[in-house]
Every structure is written in structure tokens, then in C-alpha cells.
T-cell receptor
């Protein structure tokens, strides 16, 4: 039972354009969401997070949007750069079950120069 | 340098031969966790620990053991490895307050069980 789903295994965009990565969840108890980026042969690195009390969080070129009614979040990267090419994982947590983190399957982003 | 280290980075073993993958962090983090990454399944949590002597199961704990006797170390033990435990394993750590979910990950351990 996949509670966090990233339905697009891959995404290809042109440098300078917007990248939009999507994530859906089914557990209504999830109240904290994160995005991680992973390069080959490295561990994931934290990118950005959002609490369920917000619907948007921005950090430089990265913005995460949360639509609680649709149980959907998205990561926008503007403008996209070739160095953004990586696997992106979304993750979710129910803060009452502190420490238990559920990840999606990941989306491979390729940004072409 | 703040980091999470894992050893070994690569391991090929045979079914049933007990093994331990070590994980150590130098950031004085309370929280540590183990994940496995498999194609099409993303990262799945195996076990996590909120502090010394406090551990709990993640989503896929079967076939694994952990211990947290010291704050900096969180070894993953496979008592009797099987081929379905062939995977890429990551250890992670974070603070248990402030921004507790922003975990630092180790570089990964690629395990093959034949």
C-alpha cells in the first residue's frame, strides 16, 4: 500500500524553464512534507519542506505547494538548471507518529542545456 | 565536517551469513534511521531511533535488527540475509527538535545477497 506516490517516473525540461514535480498521498494524518534530491552514488539531501498549516513554502528557486483537499503537493523549480538533474523524492510524516517517514518512488529530473 | 558515515559501502555475501552495516554520525543527532532503496519502490524505512536505547519499526523491519547503545552509532544487523534483502541501504540522522525531519543521509551501502 503506497501511501505516497510520485506517478511520473521521469521528467525532462529545458534549461531555464520551469520543472514541476508532483506527489500524491493517501493518508490524511500526514501533516508534514519534505522533498529530497539525490544524485547518483550519493545519499539524498534535504531540499525543502512544508507543514500542513501552510499551502506554500519558497526557498530560492524552489517552491513547494500543498493542496490538502486534493492530498497533493508539488515542487516547482524556476529556472531549472542542468545541475538540478537528479532523482527527487517526496516524503510525508504524521507528526503524532514522530520519526516514521514515508517516501514516494522518486522522479528522475533531467534538465537539458 | 558534519557527516553520516556507513561501512562497508559495498558488500557481497551469501544467504544466511550474518552481517552488520555500521552507521555513525558526528552531529550529536538524537534521531537516526535506516532505509532501503529499491527500483520502483523509492525509499522505505526499516527502523528508526529517537535516542539511545529507543528504537521502533518502520515500514519494512522484517529480517533486520538494530541497536542504539551510543548516540552516534546505529548499526543495522541482518542475522540471516536472504536474496530479497539485496538492496541499497541508507542511514540518516537528524535533530529531534527544531527541524527534526530534515535528515542527513549517509552515502549508501550496496548489499548483494547471493
Amino acid at each position: 500500500d503506497q501511501q505516497v506516490k510520485q506517478n511520473s517516473p521521469s521528467l525532462s525540461v529545458q534549461e531555464g524553464r520551469i520543472s514541476i514535480l508532483n506527489c500524491d498521498y493517501t493518508n490524511s494524518m500526514f501533516d508534514y512534507f519534505l522533498w529530497y534530491k539525490k544524485y547518483p552514488a550519493e545519499g539524498p539531501t534535504f531540499l525543502i519542506s512544508i507543514s500542513s498549516i501552510k499551502d506554500k513554502n519558497e526557498d530560492g528557486r524552489f517552491t513547494v505547494f500543498l493542496n490538502k483537499s486534493a492530498k497533493h503537493l508539488s515542487l516547482h523549480i524556476v529556472p531549472s538548471q542542468p545541475g538540478d538533474s537528479a532523482v527527487y523524492f517526496c516524503a510525508a510524516m504524521d507528526s503524532t507518529s514522530y520519526g516514521k517517514l514515508t517516501f514516494g518512488q522518486g522522479t528522475i529530473l533531467t534538465v537539458h542545456p | 565536517e558534519a557527516q553520516v558515515t556507513q561501512n562497508p559501502r559495498y558488500l557481497i555475501t551469501v544467504t544466511g551469513k550474518k552481517l552488520t552495516v555500521t552507521c555513525s554520525q558526528n552531529m550529536n543527532h538524537e534521531y537516526m534511521s535506516w532505509y532501503r532503496q529499491d527500483p520502483g519502490l523509492g525509499l522505505r524505512q526499516i527502523y528508526y531511533s529517537m535516542n539511545v536505547e529507543v528504537t521502533d519499526k518502520g515500514d519494512v523491519p522484517e529480517g533486520y535488527k538494530v541497536s542504539r547503545k551510543e548516540k552516534r552509532n546505529f548499526p543495522l544487523i541482518l542475522e540471516s540475509p536472504s536474496p530479497n534483502q539485496t538492496s541499497l541501504y541508507f542511514c540518516a540522522s537528524s535533530l529531534a527538535s527544531g527541524s527534526p525531519y530534515e535528515q542527513y543521509f549517509g552515502p549508501g551501502t550496496r548489499l548483494t545477497v547471493t
